[in-house]
Nanobody, 116 residues
Framework: VQPVESGGGLVQAGGSLRPTCSVS????????MGWHRQIPGKEREWVAT???????DYEKSLKGRFIASRDNGRMTLWLQMNNLQPEDTGMYFC???????????WGKGTQDTVSS
């Protein structure tokens, strides 16, 4: 399973963006997926985990503003990001959880920029 992100962009503070992750390969419907981000000057951080049935866990500070979803038939994930602030600016990555429970396969990321 190989993820490819798209849908990054530029938005003003308070706005929304919805990056997309398209996945190739087999077994997607049963695969746990994740979203991460890397803000300039910081290490990559976990944003959300979305399970095969569509339920999701979120980093505590982002819960309520970010919503992860998936369509197993279309082999696609989305990350709806609302009320964005300049500190949300960064590269957003989609990832595949392997059998070890770690995220092992990563996309190249999509840049999301929030202006003040």
């Amino acid at each position: 399973v190989q993820p490819v992100e798209s849908g990054g962009g530029l938005v003003q503070a308070g706005g929304s963006l919805r990056p997309t992750c398209s996945v190739s390969g087999s077994g997607f419907a049963m695969t746990v997926m994740g979203w991460h981000r890397q803000i300039p000057g910081k290490e990559r951080e976990w944003v959300a985990t979305i399970y095969s049935g569509g339920s999701a866990d979120y980093e505590k500070s982002l819960k309520g503003r970010f919503i992860a979803s998936r369509d197993n038939g279309r082999m696609t994930l989305w990350l709806q990001m609302n009320n964005l602030q300049p500190e949300d600016t960064g590269m957003y990555f989609c990832s595949v959880m392997g059998r070890t429970g770690r995220f092992e396969s990563w996309g190249k990321g999509t840049q999301d920029t929030v202006s003040s």
